[in-house]
T-cell receptor, first 115, second 116 residues
Framework: SQKIEQNSEALNIQEGKTATLTCNYT??????LQWYRQDPGRGPVFLLL?????KEKRKERLKVTFDTTLKQSLFHITASQPADSATYLC??????????????FGRGTQLTVWP | NAGVMQNPRHLVRRRGQEARLRCSPM?????VYWYRQLPEEGLKFMVY????????ESGMPKERFSAEFPKEGPSILRIQQVVRGDSAAYFC??????????????FGSGTRLTVV
């Protein structure tokens, strides 16, 4: 069966440290992998997208890696801040014509950054 | 430049009533996607619509649920004869008409439906 697993439902780290979140998938062939942030009572907010032929993507303090052999993506937040506390969602998109636009989401990892 | 607008933010319905959820896409966007987030679960795709056309409804329950995106006005997700299990947050996302390269989707703040 198809699965998207985000390891660690909750992750607590100290301010200034690097947070690393994991997304593993089974029985998908994603063309793109995306990461979103979701705050309580709000909709997901897009952060980063990485293609299947890219190894790494960076945006300010954020970095995403994508290993299609391991079927895994890692999401890093460097120099973390309390304001980074939120739930982070991994989402796959299959670019095979008929399923374009359909995102498959993991259940998310709740990150708490304490001062 | 307003984002994706969803209303109402909160909706309470009694079992057996109808729920209507509205979504206005971002300006210039003609594709709309609906997702459902059940408590303690991830977001699940429901339906993908273009103006006056359903592209993919593979995630919609076969009964009681329907969606439309008319030529004028917002997209509507309609749930007839609601049951307690329909209680969830419903999110809408939109995208532009031409998909040139991959990009992230813009989501609304959602409608939280509670069935009592």
């Amino acid at each position: 069966s198809q699965k998207i697993e985000q390891n660690s439902e909750a992750l607590n780290i100290q301010e200034g440290k690097t947070a690393t979140l994991t997304c593993n998938y089974t029985n998908y062939s994603p063309a793109y992998l995306q990461w979103y942030r979701q705050d309580p009572g709000r909709g997901p907010v897009f952060l980063l997208l990485i293609r299947e032929n890219e190894k790494e993507k960076r945006k300010e303090r954020l970095k995403v890696t994508f290993d299609t052999t391991l079927k895994q993506s890692l999401f890093h937040i460097t120099a973390s801040q309390p304001a980074d506390s939120a739930t982070y969602l991994c989402a796959l998109e299959d670019d095979r014509g008929s399923t374009l636009g359909r995102l498959y989401f993991g259940r998310g990892t709740q990150l708490t950054v304490w001062p | 430049n307003a984002g994706v607008m969803q209303n109402p933010r909160h909706l309470v319905r009694r079992r057996g009533q109808e729920a209507r959820l509205r979504c206005s896409p971002m300006k210039g966007h003609s594709h709309v996607y609906w997702y459902r987030q059940l408590p303690e679960e991830g977001l699940k795709f429901m339906v993908y619509l273009q103006k006056e056309n359903i592209i993919d409804e593979s995630g919609m329950p076969k009964e009681r649920f329907s969606a439309e995106f008319p030529k004028e006005g917002p997209s509507i997700l309609r749930i007839q004869q609601v049951v307690r299990g329909d209680s969830a947050a419903y999110f809408c996302a939109s995208s532009p008409p031409s998909r040139i390269g991959p990009y992230g989707y813009t989501f609304g703040s959602g409608t939280r439906l509670t069935v009592v």
